[in-house]
């Protein structure tokens, strides 16, 4: 058997979607079972997301603090943001996210893996970019506005954030999920062998 998730579609008998929101919305789905009896499914349609573990020279990542009103916390996060424009590509998406968020820019792009969030009620998707290479972007900073007027920044070592994952005090997904890539890559065959960042994205197809 090999270990590998596979596409897979089961008949859809009926969808509608009783909200849509700015940026998301939320269809259920009359999805055909197994055993030919037809089950409803509410989820949130996302257009997907990208972020960035952007790695300095010091083994230090760039963290961003912002506020989460679902979560009703204050949350240390890797930059990230949407993919507004469809189609987009998601490197583009994850340079201008780490330029607004931080006014960094990376030489060196890799991908350091792909998630869906939370498949059971999300279609979200992320890719997260490993970067490293990094240095102060040009120009004006760029302007923030709502949540992130209020953001924090911090550089922390490595072995620091994998110690707060391992004790529950940090807790976005796209921070535990991308130390602990790296990590792991580290441990393997290194990070020169990660993907490149232009490789496929079956989850949010692309145009280079």
Request: aromatic letters at 6%; hydrophobic letters at 40%; a negative charge.
């Given at each position: ?58 083994d230090r990542v760039l963290l961003i603090r912002q506020y989460r009103h679902p979560v009703r916390h204050k949350l240390w996060e890797i930059p990230a943001g949407l993919l507004d424009i469809p189609g987009e590509n998601p490197l583009h998406a994850a340079q201008r996210e780490l330029y607004e968020e931080a006014h960094v820019k990376a030489e060196d792009w ?99």
């Amino acid at each position: 058997m090999t270990i590998k998730d596979t596409p897979e579609e089961w008949e859809i008998r009926a969808t509608k979607t009783p909200f849509v929101g700015n940026k998301t919305s939320v269809r259920t789905d009359d999805v055909v079972m197994p055993d030919g009896s037809v089950v409803g499914r509410d989820y949130q349609v996302h257009p997907g997301s990208v972020a960035v573990l952007a790695l300095d020279d010091e083994d230090r990542v760039l963290l961003i603090r912002q506020y989460r009103h679902p979560v009703r916390h204050k949350l240390w996060e890797i930059p990230a943001g949407l993919l507004d424009i469809p189609g987009e590509n998601p490197l583009h998406a994850a340079q201008r996210e780490l330029y607004e968020e931080a006014h960094v820019k990376a030489e060196d792009w890799r991908v350091l893996t792909d998630v869906y969030t939370t498949p059971g009620g999300c279609d979200e998707a992320v890719r997260v970019f490993l970067a490293r290479s990094l240095s102060e972007a040009e120009g004006e900073r760029f302007e923030v506005e709502d949540e992130e007027a209020d953001m924090e920044h911090a550089r922390v070592p490595v072995d620091e954030l994998v110690r707060g994952v391992l004790a529950g005090e940090l807790h976005n997904n796209c921070l535990v999920v991308g130390v602990l890539s790296l990590v792991a890559a580290r441990s393997g065959d290194g990070l020169d062998a990660l993907r490149p960042a232009g490789a496929p994205w079956p989850a949010r197809p692309f145009e280079s």
